[in-house]
C-alpha cells in the first residue's frame, strides 16, 4: 500500500487563540501557492491537522518542498483506512513491509483522538506490535530508539499511518505577519535577513539597486537568483530592481567622500519607503549586523534612520559573521552571493567612510541637493520582476509514493 496523503503538523500555530483560523488558511493558501503545479492534489484543513491528499502526484517532489515552508512543524506522508481492526492491520503490515530492513527494531506510538474506540492507546499498541512480530521474522522491538516508529492515529473519522515524521520548518506562515520591503543587495547578509523575516510570517518584496554600467548584467541576474531561492520559501517575491546611477554620480560629486556612503544609504532607504508605501508594505527589512561595516554602527544606523518614520527590521542585527555564513549556506544563497560581481555600494564605496557620521552635518552636505526629482524618477522607473520558485527535482523518486 503506498502513501496517499501527507499529514501536516502546525506546531506553533497551536499556540494560537481566535486568530488561530487565519493563520491556518494563511498556511494553506501558502501551501497551495508552493504546490501549484500539482493539480491533482487536494487540501483539507481543521484546527488540529492539514492533509494533502496527493492523488496520484509525485509524493517525493512535494515533500521537499514541504520542508521550506514556514508555519509546518512537521508532517507525515500518511495511509488512510477505516476502523475495522483487520483492515488496519493489514494496511499497518503492508506499508511497515515497504520500509523494514533486516535488522530493523521498531515501536508503536498510538494517538486515540477518538476516545469511543473500542480498544485503549496500550491495547491499539500491543495488537499491532504483535501483528508485526508474528509476520515479520527476526523482527525486534526498542521504545527508546527504534529505526521505524509506526505511528498510528486513530481519529473520529478514520485512522492514518505513517512512519516518518519530517521536521518542517517552523516559524509562522508566510503572510501572516504582514508585508515588507527587502533591500537585497546582492551579498551574503541580505537574503538571509529575507529568511528569517519570513519565518516570523513576513510577506517580502525585494528592492535592489542596479547601477549600469558600473555594475553589470551580472550582478543583476545574482540578484534574481538570490530572489528564486526565496521564492521557493514563499512561492513567488516581486523584485524591484532601482536604476540608481544617477543619483550615485551625483553623491560621489556633491557629498564630501568619507559622507557619501551616508548619504547613499539614506537615499536607498528614501527611495525603498517610497516603494513601500505603492505597494501595501509596513516595514523596511535590511541585512544589517551590528559594527560589521562603517554603515553598521550605531551613531551610522541614527544618522541614516534620520529619513524615515517607518519600522526598520534587522533580524541579523545582533548575529557574527559565521552564524549568518551558516544560515546563508543552509537556504543556498552562500555560493551565489559569492559571485564576484559587485554591486552598487561596493563600486562606490569611499576609502575612508565616516564609521560614525553626525545627522547634523549629513543634513547640511544633503541640503545644497535637490534629492526629491531624482528620488521620484528613480522610483517611476524601477524595473518589476515576479520571480517564481525553481522547478522541484524531476530525478528522485520514492517509490512509497
Known amino acids: 500500500m503506498n ?22 488558511d494563511k498556511l494553506k493558501r501558502n501551501i497551495k501557492r508552493v504546490l501549484r503545479d500539482f493539480e491533482k492534489i ?13 492523488n496520484g502526484e509525485n509524493g517525493f517532489e512535494i515533500v521537499e518542498l514541504l520542508k521550506s515552508v514556514f508555519g509546518i512543524q512537521s508532517f507525515s506522508p500518511a495511509i488512510k483506512t477505516d476502523k475495522e481492526l483487520e483492515n488496519m492491520k493489514a494496511a499497518a503490515l503492508d506499508l511497515f513491509e515497504k520500509i523494514h530492513q533486516t535488522g530493523h527494531t521498531f515501536k508503536i506510538t498510538t494517538k486515540r483522538s477518538d476516545k469511543n474506540y473500542f480498544l485503549d492507546t496500550n491495547e491499539i499498541n500491543q495488537a499491532f506490535g504483535a501483528h508485526l512480530l508474528k509476520n515479520i521474522p527476526g ?28 521536521p518542517g520548518a517552523g516559524g509562522l506562515p508566510v503572510g501572516s505577519s ?5 533591500m537585497l543587495s546582492g551579498g551574503i ?10 519565518k516570523r510570517g513576513v510577506e517580502i518584496e525585494a528592492v535592489h539597486f542596479y547601477s549600469p554600467p558600473f555594475t ?17 520559501i514563499s512561492g513567488s517575491v ?16 556633491q557629498v564630501p567622500e568619507n559622507y557619501s556612503m551616508t548619504t547613499t544609504r539614506r537615499l536607498m532607504l528614501q527611495i525603498t519607503d517610497e516603494i513601500r508605501r505603492k505597494n501595501g508594505g509596513l516595514a523596511i527589512i535590511t541585512g544589517e549586523s551590528l559594527g560589521q561595516v562603517a554603515s553598521q554602527t550605531l551613531e551610522s544606523m541614527y544618522a541614516i534612520n534620520d529619513v524615515t518614520n517607518t519600522p526598520i ?21 552562500f555560493e551565489i552571493s559569492n559571485r564576484p560581481f559587485e554591486d552598487c555600494c561596493t563600486v562606490f564605496v569611499p576609502a575612508s567612510p565616516k564609521t560614525k557620521p553626525k545627522k547634523e552635518k549629513v543634513q547640511y552636505f544633503e541640503s545644497y541637493i535637490e534629492f526629491a526629482p531624482l528620488i521620484s524618477k528613480a522610483v517611476e522607473n524601477t524595473e518589476v520582476i515576479v520571480i517564481k520558485p525553481q522547478a522541484a527535482d524531476k530525478e528522485a523518486f520514492d517509490n512509497l509514493f
Do not use: W
Open 3 to 24: 502513501y496517499d496523503r501527507i499529514l501536516i503538523r502546525y506546531g506553533e500555530l497551536s499556540t494560537k487563540g481566535r486568530n488561530r483560523k487565519g493563520f491556518i
Open 42 to 54: 487536494k487540501i483539507e484543513a481543521n484546527r488540529e491537522r492539514m492533509f494533502i491528499l496527493l
Open 139 to 166: 523482527l525486534k522491538v526498542d521504545v527508546k530508539n527504534p529505526d521505524i516508529n509506526l505511528q498510528i492515529e486513530i481519529r473520529d473519522d478514520a485512522v492514518y499511518f505513517s512512519c516518518e515524521t519530517i
Open 178 to 182: 504582514g508585508k515588507g520591503m527587502l
Open 189 to 198: 547578509d541580505s537574503p538571509v535577513a529575507g529568511f528569517l523575516s519570513m
Open 216 to 232: 553589470s548584467e551580472r550582478s543583476k541576474q545574482k540578484v534574481i537568483d538570490l530572489t528564486e531561492k526565496l521564492a521557493n
Open 238 to 253: 516581486k523584485l524591484h530592481i532601482v536604476p540608481f546611477t544617477e543619483i550615485q554620480q551625483l553623491i560621489a560629486k
Open 313 to 333: 527590521l534587522r533580524p541579523l542585527i545582533t548575529m557574527d559573521k559565521n552564524e549568518i555564513i551558516d544560515i546563508s549556506r543552509a537556504i543556498d544563497t
